[in-house]
């Protein structure tokens, strides 16, 4: 399906086509088991997130799976319902202290919950974290402190303001951010700044998660998790619920794009924040995340299924879209690239028109007066992307042909 829905996107077939072509990665030796089942556990709990992991320079790569690993725990035991709450708060208090102890692990999930197992098992993640240099251990035990007390606090608390919004995304993804720089800093691949540089990398995560946020609402709704702040639906509609309602369909688009235009508020300091970047694996493992964000929320905006499926981007786009964010020029193209298809839904009824466009405007302007974001990226002229588009297609017609004959033959 993602190959058909990529048919009439040249760019993304060339793509498609290196990732089934490319060579394999090197194997990763492990010097210790526990270290080969920490890695296993990142490859069950998000492959996504795996694979630009272990792209990372050696000196940090580690560090990085841990700590993924280590708020993967953290929110395990915050997302599972039938946890309750006397015995989830303490412990989600308590779990920095918890990755100091030896040999400890949680089997008190519940038997659906997905990730059960890292926690039935998270000894071996411990182990490695005692092995982290110093430096690494206090930035990820901070922040798992910080992220477990503000996971506590909303156990029992509804998103209703938008303070209470930025402050939740903050607790569970902006706080990851922060995490991250500070590790980039003490690892020497980056400037000792990036520990200081909180508000950027703060808004990178805010980026990430409201997107997520926006695109989740059905299948959150239907969770009975729900995240937009009345002091934004509440311009619309009394309850949440309303939304999905036919006779809403009009406030529901401009609830949905009133919360994109709020996501949006955070794409210069994502913009600004990879501009500082001087290491190439670290670049790509944090312009991944954020091209793949700046498209969904333009596709996602002014897009009525968001209220009856989750919404996601194109395979073929996605697969495209990670061998691009390569450079600072490429993720200024691609940002503007979606923006631009952004804009053009931009319905003048929507009592945000003015508002959106003005977003608009602000982004492309940051785009033209950073001296770091102005070279802009040489894009393939039309010629040269349907000559790739012929080989793809040629190929996969071959490729065809050749699974005919073969069952034919049998």
């Not at 320079?57 to 006397?86: H, K, Q, W």
């Not at 098992?121 to 922040?143: G, H, P, R, S």
């Not at 210069?268 to 954020?290: E, G, H, K, V, W």
């Amino acid at each position: 399906m993602g190959l058909l829905e990529s048919v009439f996107h040249p760019s993304e077939l060339v793509s498609i086509l290196k990732f089934f072509t490319k060579s394999k990665q090197k194997t990763q030796q492990f010097p210790r088991p526990t270290l080969f089942s920490c890695y296993d556990f990142l490859e069950q709990t998000s492959r996504s997130f795996a694979s630009v992991i272990k792209e990372l320079d050696d000196e940090l790569r580690d560090a990085v799976c841990i700590f993924y690993l280590v708020l993967r725990g953290l929110d395990t035991v915050e997302d599972d319902m039938s946890i309750p709450n006397a015995k989830k708060l303490p412990l989600l208090r308590a779990f920095h202290e918890k990755i100091y102890l030896r040999g400890w692990n949680f089997t008190e999930n519940g038997e659906d919950e997905k990730d059960r197992l890292l926690l039935v098992q998270f000894d071996v993640v411990i182990e490695e974290f005692l092995t982290l240099k110093e430096e690494y251990q206090v930035v990820i035990a901070d922040i798992t402190r910080r992220m477990g007390a503000g996971m506590a606090d909303f156990c029992d608390k509804r998103v209703s303001s938008t303070d209470d919004y930025n402050l939740y995304c903050h607790y569970v993804a902006g706080l990851v951010g922060v995490g991250l720089s500070k590790l980039f800093a003490a690892s020497g691949l980056e400037d000792s700044s990036f520990a200081e540089m909180d508000e950027l990398s703060n808004s990178m995560g805010l980026f990430l998660q409201k997107t997520n946020i926006i695109r989740d609402f059905y299948e959150d709704l239907l969770d009975g998790r729900t995240f937009w702040p009345r002091d934004i639906y509440g311009h619309y509609v009394k309850d949440l619920s309303d939304l999905i309602k036919p006779e809403n369909k009009d406030k529901a688009l401009a609830c949905l794009n009133h919360m994109c235009l709020d996501a949006l508020t955070h794409v210069t300091d994502a913009l600004d924040y990879m501009s500082r970047i001087r290491n190439q694996t670290i670049f790509n493992f944090c312009a991944i995340p954020q091209v793949m964000a700046v498209a969904t929320i333009a596709e996602v905006f002014n897009n009525y299924d968001v209220f009856r499926k989750n919404v996601k981007i194109r395979k073929g786009l996605a697969v495209r879209l990670i061998y691009e964010a390569n450079s600072v020029e490429n993720i200024r193209s691609i940002f503007l690239e979606f923006m631009y298809k952004f804009i053009l839904k931009n319905n003048p009824n929507d009592p945000n028109y003015i508002k959106i466009s003005q977003t608009y405007g602000k982004v492309l302007q940051y785009c033209e007066t950073n001296p770091k974001l102005k070279a802009a990226t040489k894009k393939p002229n039309d010629t040269e992307l349907y000559l790739k588009y012929a080989v793809v297609i040629f190929i996969l017609a071959i490729l065809y042909q050749y699974r005919q004959a073969q069952q034919e033959s049998s």
